[in-house]
């Protein structure tokens, strides 16, 4: 399940020397920060400032954080020729991805400027690099590469002649003979030229031989260039005018004009900030809004990476790395997916030759074009209006990637708004424009504690890395807290799907939007948010009357935690009491997801666990207010809950282990113990199927723990389909096993009944039952069952509701299950 929200990924493995001043600090200066207010920080700021800078332990961190000869990715000539000798052995052993990877890391530490035998070090590096790729058979990575080592030195030969063979080998073969033409021009020795010359001939004809259908010129070198990603830009829709007026709060109504590419929402949806009752402010339909409508699009304020995937995916755009990863020309800490990335991150185009070359006059026309194209491809990248998020970072220096990325990200929305407003204005009067909201005072004096540590360790660093006239004082220690206050309430985290054929996510990056902060949370959202790169997107996932609360989720939902788990995570991690329609009332998944089944035959009523049982009765003893997004009672809850709706105010008659339609008793000590008997054999089989051990006596045994399962626990007990937290439950995981055996009629029955359960729990258009429904249909694929075709359709319905038209880009095997679905209709 997707978690939208994040707060700061603190991880004990990536403790800095910063966070263990936390045990030294005094304390009188604890106590004065563990009963701090927003009002005391300037007071609690200054006594840390005071303390911190007679610290010897505090001075040697910094040092070490800031001083360049300690940075992690010292730029040295020598160690990037070490790493190039080493990679140029395992090249020569055969050793490819060895050596790729050693060339990587050369590029990293490789002065922008060193020379090494009348060569460019990076030129050469890059060159390498391609011809590994070429050997891997990554062809565009090579030619990327190519592009990069002509960006920098444009006379390179051996340059020209590869990208010349990797264009062949990819059948574009009007740049390839263009190439070889530049190559042969610029080769010196007259015996290269003429094996140059041979091989132009067989590529001319070869060309020739495939002129009318393959030559592709214009849109192979399109293809080719430095920013074409790995992954399609997915920008067929835009924000008009959030970017220019919602900065921070100082424009309060949103609208959000969703401009058609043609196949996209071509309607325009209005949405405001509006104060609420009980969550401060939030974001409300201003008129009524369609199920399945996008309704916000929006590029962050700032972003960062998270510290575990620094080395896996791009520092800009978050996408996972090629093979060809550009690091930063200056300072080789972040890693980007091409040097556009790098660009817009950083500013600098090192490496980029803003002259051309001294072109050989006497070129044709078409020859010095195809130069210009591949040598002065990035030079325009950069634009003066864009906000260059790392560039205060980039000095050789390593705090930017010690630092938790949340500190990292405060020091990014600092500069970010110091710049916007006129270079190096108040910055203390700045930081106090950022209106987003916080809960400072809610924090654990940790947090606090850490937080003003940190904030005083950015002072010093941004004195260093950006501007020595920083203020340094208790005013801007309190706002640098606040900041960070608002970031841990505000922060979304960006991610990411493991795999193309994996339903699991991963949080590669937190960032801040002005508008999409103002969602608020609730455990049964009615919009969902996912991200394009950095671009956030908002659908509607169900109507939305005008006027009407639009609320995402900020991980919990109802269906897949309990009504008291979803509680205790929020208020631990954002620190609020949750106020969504899905915890103020009583719904059906939040009576069954764990409940027992009444001992009485025929009787289909619940039997409440003990913590459900206190929830039930807290929620009749304290009614909500109603809020005008509160939808009518289902049904199925009077069905199953029986009397518990004819009681008025009074909740003595809800006890753990009496049902509540008939009343009933069941001994829940000894259900309990029934069904923790059961759990070895499903983990066991858990185990085997994941590990593709499977052997038939664990099958057995789990289709024996089932039944208990089901003559114990209510028929819609979460338990019976899915295991908390994992989409594969016990129903799921035998179907799965089916499926290893073959045996795929079994493996469709029990996968049908895990939707069908799931299907209470969460309702038939969630987006677990659109993941569900795909396992389901490969199931069908294999027995090649036709009606894997409707499952699909009804899949791919969901997965538009929940992601419109990028569902195809997110979910690619979607597609590829249709094709194989239609081949079985034909
Ligand atoms: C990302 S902000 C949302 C905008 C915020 N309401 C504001 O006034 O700026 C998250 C904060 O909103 C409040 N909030 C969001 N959802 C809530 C909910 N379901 N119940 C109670 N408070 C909520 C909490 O204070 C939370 O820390």
């Known amino acids: 399940m997707e978690k939208a929200f994040d707060q700061l990924p603190y991880k004990v493995a990536h403790k800095t020397s910063l966070d263990m001043l936390l045990f030294m600090v005094p304390p009188a200066l604890q106590g004065q920060i563990k009963d701090s207010t927003e009002d005391d920080l300037v007071s609690t700021g200054s006594a840390m400032l005071a303390f911190l800078r007679r610290l010897p332990e505090f001075k040697h961190s910094i040092k070490n954080f800031i001083d360049p000869e300690r940075a992690f990715y010292k730029k040295n000539k020598k160690s ?9 052995d395992c090249f020569s052993r055969g050793a490819y991805p060895k050596a790729l990877s050693l060339y990587s890391q050369a590029l990293r530490v490789a002065p922008s400027s060193a020379e090494d035998g009348g060569k460019n070090v990076v030129a050469m590096l890059y060159l390498n690099r391609a011809v590994v790729l070429y050997n891997m058979g990554l062809l565009v990575e090579c030619v990327r590469d190519c592009n990069r080592a002509l960006a920098i030195s444009p006379t390179y030969v051996k340059a020209w002649y590869r990208r010349a063979k990797a264009n062949a080998s990819l059948e574009n073969y009007g740049d390839a003979v263009r190439d070889l033409q530049v190559a042969m021009i610029m080769e010196q020795s ?9 091989e132009l001939k067989s590529l001319s004809q070869q060309q020739k031989d495939t002129r009318s259908s393959l030559d592709r010129p214009d849109e192979n070198n399109m293809a080719m260039q430095d920013h074409s990603s790995h992954e399609a830009e997915p920008m067929s829709c835009q924000t008009d005018s959030l970017s220019a007026k919602t900065i921070f709060g100082i424009d309060q109504q949103f609208e959000t004009w969703i401009r058609s590419s043609g196949t996209d929402e071509p309607h325009q949806i209005k949405i405001e900030c509006v104060s609420t009752p009980n969550k401060g402010k939030g974001m409300a339909a201003v008129s009524e809004i369609p199920k399945a409508s996008l309704i916000h699009t ?31 020309s200056c300072c080789g800490g972040p890693l980007y997916c091409s040097q556009q990335c790098q660009i817009q991150a950083g500013g600098q185009a090192t490496g980029i030759n803003s002259n051309s070359c001294a072109i050989d006059e006497t070129l044709s026309d078409e020859l010095k074009k195809h130069i210009a194209d591949i040598t002065l491809a990035n030079a325009s990248a950069s634009d003066i209006h864009h906000f260059f998020e790392h560039r205060h970072e980039c000095h050789g220096v390593h705090w930017p990637a010690v ?8 020091g990014r929305i600092l500069v970010k708004s110091t710049e916007k407003k006129g270079h190096h204005s108040n910055v203390s009067k700045l930081i106090g424009t950022v209106g987003l909201s916080h809960n400072y005072e809610e924090l654990p004096l940790e947090r606090k504690l850490e937080f003003h540590i940190y904030s005083v360790a950015m002072i010093y660093c941004l004195q260093n890395s950006y501007w020595s006239e920083f203020p340094n004082n208790g005013e801007i220690v309190a706002k640098f807290v606040t900041l960070l206050s608002m970031i841990s309430t505000n922060s979304m985290a960006i991610v990411r799907m493991t795999s193309p054929e994996s339903v699991e996510q991963v949080k590669v990056g937190q960032a801040i939007y002005s508008a999409g902060s103002l969602f608020n949370h609730s455990c049964q959202p009615n919009i969902h948010a996912y991200f394009l790169s950095r671009t956030l997107y908002v659908r509607s996932t169900e109507y939305v009357a005008a006027g009407c609360p639009l609320e995402m989720s900020y991980g919990p939902q109802v269906g897949e935690w309990l009504w008291v788990s979803r509680i205790e995570f929020l208020k631990d991690k ?13 719904n059906l998944p939040d009576l069954v997801l764990s409940a027992f089944r009444c001992v009485k035959p025929n009787c289909f009523g619940v039997v409440l666990a003990k913590g459900t049982a206190f929830y039930t009765k807290f929620i009749i003893d304290h009614p909500p207010s109603s809020e005008p997004h509160m939808q009518p009672k289902d049904e199925e809850i009077h069905k199953v809950a029986g009397h518990l709706f004819e009681l008025t105010g009074c909740s003595d008659q809800i006890k753990p282990g009496s049902c509540l339609r008939c009343g009933s008793g069941l001994d829940l000590d000894t259900s309990y113990a029934t069904i923790e008997e059961t759990g070895p054999w499903s983990k066991r089989l858990e185990y085997e199927v994941f590990h593709k051990e499977l052997e038939t006596d664990t099958l057995s045994d789990a289709l024996r723990a089932l039944d208990v399962l ?19 439950g016990l129903e799921d995981t035998i179907a799965h096993a089916f499926s290893m055996f073959g045996e795929f009629e079994l493996a469709l029955e029990h996968c049908k009944a895990s939707i069908e359960i799931l299907e209470k729990l969460y309702g038939p258009d969630h987006i677990a039952i659109g993941h569900e429904l795909l396992k389901l249909a490969s199931i069908q694929l294999a027995m090649g069952d036709p009606s894997a075709v409707e499952i699909l359709d009804r899949a791919e319905a969901i997965f538009s509701l929940y992601y419109g038209c990028h569902a195809n880009t997110i979910f690619p095997h979607l597609q590829c299950h249709k094709i194989q679905a239609r081949e079985l209709v034909q």
């Open 80 to 88: 990037a020729l070490d790493l190039k000798k080493s990679g140029n």
């Open 190 to 198: 007259l015996d290269e030229k003429r094996k140059i010359e041979n």
């Open 298 to 328: 929006e590029e962050p304020y700032a972003a960062i990476i998270l510290k575990e995937y620094r080395e896996t995916h791009c520092h800009f755009c978050f996408n996972e790395l090629p093979a060809d990863m550009v690091p930063c």
């Open 403 to 410: 630092f938790p990325p949340d500190v990292v990200l405060a």
């Open 574 to 586: 954002y620190a609020f009491v949750c106020r969504c329609r899905g915890c103020a009332e009583i």
């Open 710 to 728: 089901r003559s114990t626990l209510h028929p819609y007990n979460k338990a019976i389909a899915q295991v908390r937290f994992r989409l594969q």
